[in-house]
């Protein structure tokens, strides 16, 4: 289990590491997916069919080469208030884990239960989802990615603090404004 002073430590290795611009709407854009998929790693796409108050993010994580690993983000940051379910899924050992309504102003580093590598270095790590959200649709964090925490020569370390050029692995990790997307399409959730 990691202390609570090694994963304040991860958390700002990882979300002091990337500088964040703000990407405003681009002109004529209607959804939160033509404003954010232009950041978008090749290894995600973005969909507006499920939600009308914005997109849901679906990854397929080639996680250092050691497994595969699926990540959905249903995003709704028109909803007020604005809401981002994460599910985490691993075939080959059937995970399904689910992490729900998570809100701006949220860090999150979560372990995900059932789900560990061998990984080099750290040795056998279980996978986490690191995920911040900050802001209004005026100006809005999104940073989701993936990391891997375990122990090294005893002491407990994430895989950022290792190797920070290979993790987190990130999926999204930008500054938007959703202002005009969400105008006049703002609900009660």
Known sequence: MLHSSNIALCVLGFFGRFGQAKRVAPVGATSVCAVISPD???????????????????????????????????MEPCADPMNFDVDVTEADLGIDYEIEKLTAGEDAYVPVPGLSLDVPVLGSAGVNLVARIT???????????????????????????????????????????????CAGRVAVA
């Open 40 to 74: 978008l790693p090749g290894f995600c796409s973005c969909d507006t069919k499920k939600k009308a108050l914005g997109g849901t993010l679906t990854c397929s994580v080639n996680f250092l080469d050691l497994d595969t690993i699926g990540v959905v983000v249903d």
């Open 135 to 181: 802001g209004s649709v005026q100006e809005l964090t999104l940073s989701f990615g993936l990391d891997a925490c375990g122990s090294v020569l005893g002491v407990e370390t994430c895989g950022a603090d290792v190797d920070p050029y290979r993790l987190p692995v990130m999926m999204l990790n930008e500054t938007y404004a959703f202002g005009s997307v």
